[in-house]
């Protein structure tokens, strides 16, 4: 600190003294001049560091320096890979959920494609309504929107009013038909529960966090 203090007092010494000098003697605007190249040398000799580090170690220091870096930023994954993998990870244990919970009533390939689905727009600004009609959309195309939103009105406002009726009891209604014997609109509300109770699941996996 004392060593800082002198630098400065050096500092508007060495400014005073520049501001007092003839006009003559202050900088030498010529570089070509031959009489500046002696000007320069002394400049040069005052600003050289006092207490600088001798060449290896100065290498070595810098070598371990840039080393921490370097692990560092290794440690570190990138954004976009990271946030592709946990979601990659996040559709994969919805399906393990969703699979253990319908796959001996629910064809296995929907079970994949609500999860899939439901996991991309979970959190989105899209109403509860829209967001289970979309990952009905994806196993049943041929469905209109405002169709599958009417389906959907029970849910969307259960989830509107915090309520939570159990995704799994609404399937057992159906009883154990075979789901080719079920009927579309049937297949369209079953759908719907599962992705009611598959967005219900994400929120949980988020709160656990």
């Known amino acids: 600190m004392t060593h800082k ?3 400065s007092d050096q500092v508007k010494l060495d400014l005073l003294n520049a501001i007092l000098e003839p006009e003559d ?16 040398f002394r400049i040069e ?9 001798a060449e290896d170690e100065l290498q070595s220091q810098s070598q371990a320096f840039y080393t921490h870096l370097d692990n560092l930023w290794s440690s570190m ?3 976009s890979h990271y946030n592709h993998t946990t979601q990659e990870n996040t559709i994969i244990q919805l399906q393990e959920t969703l699979q253990s919970s319908f796959s001996t ?7 994949k494609a609500i999860a899939s689905r439901a996991t991309a727009i979970f959190g989105s ?6 967001q289970l009609a979309l990952c009905v959309q994806t196993v049943m195309p041929a469905w209109g929107t405002e169709d599958l939103l009417v389906l959907a009105r029970p849910f969307a406002y259960a989830m509107r009013s ?10 057992d209604n159906f009883g154990t038909q075979d789901w080719t014997a079920l009927s579309e609109i049937e297949q369209a509300r079953i ?3 599962i992705a009611y109770y598959a967005l219900n699941q994400l929120d949980s996996f988020q709160a656990e966090e």
């Open 5 to 7: 203090i002198k630098n």
């Open 25 to 40: 003697n202050t900088y030498p605007y010529n570089p070509a001049d031959e009489l500046s190249e002696d000007y320069f």
């Open 45 to 53: 000799q005052q600003f050289r560091l006092e207490d600088s580090f």
């Open 77 to 79: 994954p990138a954004s």
């Open 105 to 111: 009533r629910i064809p296995a390939e929907w079970l």
């Open 125 to 130: 600004t899209q109403t509860i309504g829209e």
């Open 162 to 171: 915090n309520e939570s009726p159990n995704g799994a009891s609404f399937v």
């Open 191 to 193: 759908s719907l529960a």
